[in-house]
């Protein structure tokens, strides 16, 4: 064994053996651990254990071992894993992110590999295939595990997968592979086991009640084939955690996430849709769902502008049967029954391609979610029914074509953040802006119903819009920064009223004590405005891109000038 003073060890909470760890990361060569310390076993590798070993090539692990616990052997250098009969368990990200393995021999002992347990044990040569050299491809293709005869675990030659379990559990497969077949006795699809894997081609399953991991096939974008003879049962998304303690890990993505499947028809069985499953699907048009579902999370699907260039996304979804828990509204809309507010429906999802150019979202649901119609490219007019309380960020952005909105008057507020405290739906990280209306550049008619009960119009709600005039109701009481623009817009107005907490002077929208001037509306072509006399304040962004004024006259009542409120005014 290799000298003990390049490791360091923890007396186990058993008071009987010890954990191990690398003293520190310049670890190097061939490894031998000790089996003994201070006249106790070694059993565990610890979490972490040899995190960054990076020239650590080969390990040899004795047969007192019996735990290698979380991202033990994450970011080393090994490509020769020698494991002696003794070891049980493997635990998450064990071997994350090594070097491109020859050996790993798997005793017969092994009958515990956690979920994770071979988690992206290849992501960062994947994730740069086109750029390794022949011979590490070659090596990647060509690494099979060595399993112990009569073993939990064993290797299939033919299939180029590590089957566990009898065959029940798919744990890794070989990143050479084109097709997958599972058989009927498959149980479980590992997390992680095709991550960004270059020429898997075709799945079939002809097992039943299947459970596929988060990341199973993310970003396969050669496969075009989903194959679903037996059934599947759950879909796992990026809301799975279960990392064996670990905090600091990157989370899981959808399990279909990046692939160029065209269609998914899942038979009867599927119960569960994970969060993020279907997104980043570029090719993918119509899915069809069984009506023994249970869960779709409302980050299942994903409305993104890249479709547009591909083909032109969903167009639609379709739920077989009769449903105690959702409905597919015209196959445009998968709407969640009774977990809105008030106990009515929730709007989850709308079909970016559908056919149609009006939609009235259906009597019965009050709760929708963001997202939900983002970037349509065939919506023009849209109805928000009575009992709806909220319009969520990113609700209908960047839809091109979308002109007319109906706004019922049971709507409060319009929200500008995301769910949760990071910015991330689906799983993805969310970059750039989102609003709830953001770049609707076509939107000229924004109707609020009479008796409005808007209160709060977050950042980005109204931004980029094409109206000329827009009309706001009386109930409102706060309008945040970027709010509301828009390059032909010339009026902001406000509903007559003794209680008003806004009104506007010739279309320039102020609070209703003319102490504050908010928002300037950019489209107005005057070239010059005499600031009213009682203003103390101009807000954040309030003259944002007004091309046209050339000048502004203030009297010396003004006190504070608000962050970027000339923002982009070329010409004053």
Known sequence: PSDLSLFK????????????AAKDKTLSGRIALPETYNGLDITIIAVKGFYGCRQMKTVYIPSSYRIIKAEGFCSTGLIQVYIAEGLTTIEAFAFRNIGILTVFELPASVNDI?????????????MQFDWLSQIQKDALFNFKFTT???GFYSWNDVDKVLYGDGGKQAVFASPSITELDFNEEMVEIYPYLCYYYPLLQKVTIQAHNVKIGPSAFFYCNTLTIVNIEGSIKKIWGSEYKEFDGLTNVTSCKGAFLGVSVDTFNFPSGLEYIGEGVFFFCWQLTQITIPNTIQYISEEAFENNDTYTYF???????IIQGENDYYYADGNKAIIEKGTGVNGGDTLLYYCMNASGSEYAIPDGVTSLTPYAFAFSVNLTALTIPEGVTEIPTAFAQFSKELTTVIISSTVEKIIWSLPGTECRWGGANILGS????????KLTEISFAPNSQLELIEQNSFNGIGCTTLNLPSSVKTILPYAIYGEKLT???VEDSPNANYCDVNGVLYTADMKLLVAYPSGNTASEYVIPGDVEEIGEVAFNSCIYIEKIIMSDSVKIIGRNSFINCYTV
Not at 114 to 126: D, I, P, R, V
Not at 434 to 441: K, Q
């Open 9 to 20: 060890f923890t007396l186990n909470e058993d008071g009987e053996s010890y954990s191990i």
């Open 114 to 126: 956690h979920w994770m347990g071979f988690a992206e044990m290849n992501t960062l040569k994947l």
């Open 148 to 150: 112990a005869e009569n």
């Open 311 to 317: 083909n032109g996304g969903i167009t639609q979804i």
């Open 434 to 441: 989102y609003g709830a209306f953001l770049m609707c550049e």
């Open 491 to 493: 009026a902001i107005t």
